[in-house]
C-alpha cells in the first residue's frame, strides 16, 4: 500500500476525497496508482458516483448469529436433537390416548357418512318435489299427472339405489369376514385404510388428534418484558401520561431468542436517559424480580468495544432454571496422566456449560466463603494440576490441620500441619527459606543473557536446565495462623506472604491462599489486595463478597452473596478488574485427590524431582511401595510432623483434628492400646518438652514400627 493511503485512515474521510480528487483524477484509460490501491471502496464513494448507494457492501454478518461459529452449530444441532428426543418421548408415551381418539373420531365419522347417504337412498330429492306439490290446495289437473309422474319415479329411485345399496353392504361384510380370516399384517393395513378417512371425516373445526407439543419452558421473555422490567428498575424513563410508543425503549441488537435452557439478547440503552451499562447490572436483583426469576438465573455482563460494544451495551442470559444445581462434573484432571501448570487449569463450567480454565502462571490467588460449600475442593484442584507436572514442587500449609491436605505428604517439599505453636514456627521456616529461594533465582536470571532468558523471568526451557522448578505454595484457613500469632509473628508472616505475591511470579511462584473470615483481621487488607485471581464461594452479604472479590465488584455483578446453601462448589471467579464469571467448580473428591497424589508422587520419582519432606516421609514411602502401615502409625506420625516428642492430650487432640469418626472416643489407654497393637515399643513413656515433663511420646519410637526397608529407602 503506498504512503498516502496509509496517511488517509487517520484523516478526515471528507479532506481525503478532496485531496485525492484534486491530486490524482481518476481516468479511464489511464488509472494511478493510488487507484490500484485504494480497494474500491474510496472510488465508489466519490462523491457524483451514480452507483455508489447501490454497490455500497452492507457492514453485517452474512451468516445468522448461530452459524457464525463450529461450537454455535454443533450447540444448536445437538439443541435439535434434544428437542426431536423429548418430542419423541412426549408422543410415545400418549399413544394409547392418539388410538382410543382416533377410534372415536372414525366412529363419528362412520355417523356423518350414514347421515349424509340417506337422502341418497331414500331419495329425498323426489320425496321433497311430491310432498310440496300434495301440499298446494287446490290441484290443476296438469299438477296431478305431474305429481304421479313424480311418485312413481321417486318409488323407482328408491327402490334401485337400496337394491345397490344392499349389495355393496353385502360386498362389505363378505369383505369384512374375508378380512378377519386374513393375516394380521393385512388386517392391519386395511383398518389403516378404513379408519383414517373415516377419522379425518369425524373430526371438527377444533378436534386435533396430537396432542400440542411443547417442551416446558419456564421463563418466557420479550423485548416488551426487557422493556418494562428496565423502566420498573428506573433505568429508561416513565410515561408521565405519554403514550406507550412514545417511551424510550432499548435497541436490541439481537433476540430475545432461545439460547440453550434459557433466553438471550443483546441490547442498548438509549441515548439521552443518562444510564449506562454499570448501572443495568447494579440493578440486577430488581430486573430479575421484574422478569420473574431469581437474580441467580440471570447473567449479565457489558460488551467491550473489541467485540463491537460501547457504554450502554449489555449481554444478558436468562436461564430457565438455576443452572447450578445438578450432579457436578468431575474434573478431567483425574484421569489425565500429566498436565504441565504453564497451561490453564481446568476449573469448572459456567451457567451455560463452557467450560473455564485459569492461567496460574505468573498469578496469585485467594479463595473466601463459608465453611461446607466447597471452598477447599475448589482451591484444591489448582492445586491438583501442579500434582501431574513433575518441575512442580509444593509448600503445603493447612491451619485446620485436617484430612484434606493430607494426602499431599507424597508429594510436598514442605507441609505444615495445623496452627500449634511447632506448627507455626514450621510454617515461618517455610516462609523463610521461600524468600530465601526467592531471591537465589532472581540473582540466578539477572546474570543470563537476554538471548536465554529475555523477559527476565522463568521460562519452560530455563526451568529445566538450571533445575528451577515452578514453586507453587498453597496455605489453607490462614485466619487460623494470624489468629493463632502474636502480634510481631503476624506482621512479620503477612510481610513475607506479600512479598512473595507481589515479586514472586517473575521467579515462578503461584500463590494459593484460602480463608473462612476474609475480613482485616483474618487476613489483611494490604495481603488480599495484591490478590490477581479471587474466588468466592456463598457469603452472607455483599460487603463480605467484596472482601474476597474487591472493592466495589458486587456493584458490578460479582456478588458471591446471591449463592444460596444449594450451591455446593459454586463461586464467583474474578480474573481482572473487569472480568469475572459464576463457576460451578468441577469435583474432586478426596479419594481421586489422594490418587492424584500417589501418581505425582510417581512422575516426580522418574523425573528425579521428589524432595524436601516427601522424599523423607516413611508412611508416604510406604504407600508407593504397596506396603501397608496401620492407619494409627500414619496417623500419630502425621500429628508428630513437626515435633520430635509430645504429650499424650496434645497427640490426642491431633488425632481428632485428623479423624473425629475414629479418635473421638480414645483416650490415653486407648492409644495406647492400639500403638501396642501396630507394634510400637515406647522407650520412655515420659517426655520432657520446655522444661515440663508429661506422658507422651517418641517419634523415634512411632517410626521403629515402619518396616526397616522403608526407613533406608527414607535416608533414615
Not at 172 to 187: F, N, R
Not at 216 to 241: C, F, T
Not at 465 to 492: C, G, H, S, W
Request: net charge neutral; charged share 25%.
Amino acid at each position: 500500500m503506498t504512503e498516502p493511503v496509509a496517511e488517509a485512515a487517520v484523516v478526515s474521510l471528507d479532506e481525503h476525497r478532496a485531496a485525492r480528487t484534486e491530486a490524482a483524477p481518476i481516468t479511464l484509460d489511464k488509472p494511478t496508482a493510488v487507484d490500484d490501491t485504494a480497494a474500491g471502496v474510496d472510488v465508489v464513494d466519490l462523491p457524483g458516483n451514480p452507483l455508489s448507494d447501490w454497490l455500497t457492501v452492507p457492514d453485517v454478518p452474512v451468516l445468522p448469529v448461530w452459524a457464525r461459529s463450529r461450537k454455535s452449530v454443533l450447540a444448536n444441532v445437538a439443541a435439535l436433537g434434544r428437542l426431536s428426543w423429548w418430542h419423541t418421548r412426549y408422543h410415545s408415551v400418549r399413544t394409547p390416548k392418539y388410538l382410543f381418539k382416533t377410534v372415536l373420531l372414525a366412529a363419528r365419522g362412520f355417523y356423518r357418512a350414514v347421515v349424509g347417504l340417506w337422502p341418497m337412498l331414500s331419495a329425498q330429492e323426489q320425496s321433497a318435489t311430491v310432498k310440496a306439490l300434495r301440499a298446494q290446495s287446490k290441484l290443476r289437473p296438469e299438477d296431478i299427472e305431474l305429481a304421479a309422474r313424480h311418485q312413481a319415479a321417486y318409488a323407482e329411485r328408491t327402490r334401485s339405489r337400496r337394491w345397490r345399496f344392499g349389495i355393496a353392504a353385502a360386498g362389505v361384510a363378505a369383505a369384512a369376514t374375508g378380512i378377519m380370516l386374513a393375516d394380521p399384517l393385512l388386517q392391519t393395513g386395511i383398518g389403516t385404510a378404513v379408519t383414517v378417512p373415516l377419522a379425518y371425516l369425524g373430526r371438527g373445526k377444533e378436534t386435533r388428534l396430537l396432542d400440542q407439543a411443547a417442551p416446558p419452558i419456564r421463563v418466557d421473555m420479550s423485548a416488551q418484558q426487557l422493556n418494562e422490567a428496565l423502566r420498573a428498575a428506573g433505568l429508561l424513563k416513565s410515561g408521565s401520561g405519554k403514550d406507550e410508543k412514545d417511551l424510550p425503549r432499548v435497541s436490541c441488537t439481537m433476540g430475545p431468542v432461545r439460547d440453550g435452557r434459557g433466553w438471550s439478547v443483546i441490547f442498548d440503552l438509549p441515548r439521552g436517559g443518562g444510564k449506562t451499562a454499570s448501572d443495568v447490572l447494579a440493578k440486577r436483583e430488581v430486573i430479575a424480580q421484574e422478569l420473574g426469576v431469581d437474580e441467580i438465573q440471570v447473567i449479565m455482563s457489558r460488551v467491550r468495544a473489541a467485540k463491537g460494544g460501547n457504554a450502554g451495551r449489555v449481554s444478558m442470559w436468562v436461564a430457565d432454571d438455576d443452572p447450578y444445581i445438578g450432579t457436578p462434573n468431575p474434573s478431567p484432571l483425574e484421569k489425565a496422566e500429566r498436565f504441565s501448570i504453564w497451561e490453564p487449569v481446568p476449573f469448572g463450567q459456567d451457567a451455560r456449560g463452557t467450560r473455564i480454565a485459569v492461567p496460574v502462571m505468573w498469578q496469585s490467588m485467594f479463595f473466601g466463603g463459608l465453611p461446607r460449600r466447597g471452598k477447599t475442593f475448589s482451591q484444591r484442584l489448582l492445586t491438583a494440576a501442579g500434582l501431574l507436572d513433575p518441575y512442580v514442587r509444593h509448600y503445603v500449609a493447612d491451619g485446620k490441620g485436617g484430612a484434606d491436605w493430607m494426602p499431599m505428604k507424597a508429594v510436598a517439599h514442605r507441609l505444615v500441619m495445623g496452627a500449634e505453636d511447632d506448627a507455626i514456627e514450621a510454617l515461618k521456616a517455610m516462609l523463610a527459606e521461600l524468600l530465601g529461594e526467592m531471591e537465589r533465582r532472581f540473582a540466578l536470571l539477572r546474570d543470563l543473557p537476554t538471548s536465554v532468558c529475555p523477559e527476565g523471568k522463568l521460562t519452560p526451557d530455563i526451568m529445566v536446565k538450571y533445575n528451577l522448578p515452578v514453586i507453587f505454595l498453597t496455605i489453607d484457613e490462614l485466619q487460623e495462623y494470624f489468629t493463632a500469632m502474636e502480634r510481631e509473628d503476624r506482621e512479620q508472616v503477612i510481610n513475607d506472604l506479600c512479598r512473595i505475591a507481589r515479586r514472586g511470579p517473575a521467579a515462578g511462584f503461584i500463590s494459593n491462599y484460602a480463608s473462612q473470615r476474609p475480613d482485616a483481621e483474618s487476613v489483611p487488607t494490604k495481603l488480599r489486595e495484591i490478590i490477581t485471581i479471587r474466588y468466592s464461594t456463598q457469603v452472607v452479604d455483599r460487603a463480605s463478597s467484596d472482601m474476597v472479590l474487591g472493592k466495589g465488584k458486587a456493584a458490578q455483578g460479582a456478588d458471591a452473596s446471591v449463592l444460596s446453601e444449594e450451591h455446593m462448589g459454586v463461586g464467583v471467579l474474578v480474573t481482572g478488574p473487569a472480568s469475572y464469571v459464576t463457576v460451578r467448580a468441577d469435583y474432586l473428591d478426596g479419594p481421586a485427590f489422594a490418587a492424584l497424589c500417589r501418581k505425582g508422587r510417581t512422575l516426580r520419582e522418574q523425573a528425579g524431582q521428589l524432595t524436601g519432606e516427601a522424599a523423607g516421609d516413611v508412611t508416604a514411602a510406604a504407600d508407593a511401595a504397596g506396603i501397608t502401615v496401620p492407619a494409627i502409625v500414619s496417623d500419630v506420625l502425621e500429628v508428630m510432623r513437626h515435633s520430635p516428642r509430645m504429650f499424650t492430650p496434645d497427640l490426642l487432640a491431633g488425632l481428632v483434628n485428623i479423624d473425629e469418626d475414629t479418635y473421638g472416643d480414645f483416650n490415653a489407654e486407648s492409644l495406647a492400646s492400639a500403638l501396642e497393637a501396630a507394634g510400637v515399643k515406647r522407650t520412655s513413656k515420659q517426655v520432657k518438652i520446655s522444661g515440663s515433663n508429661g506422658a507422651g511420646y517418641q517419634r523415634r519410637d512411632i517410626e521403629a514400627a515402619v518396616p526397616a526397608e522403608i526407613l533406608l529407602s527414607t535416608g533414615r
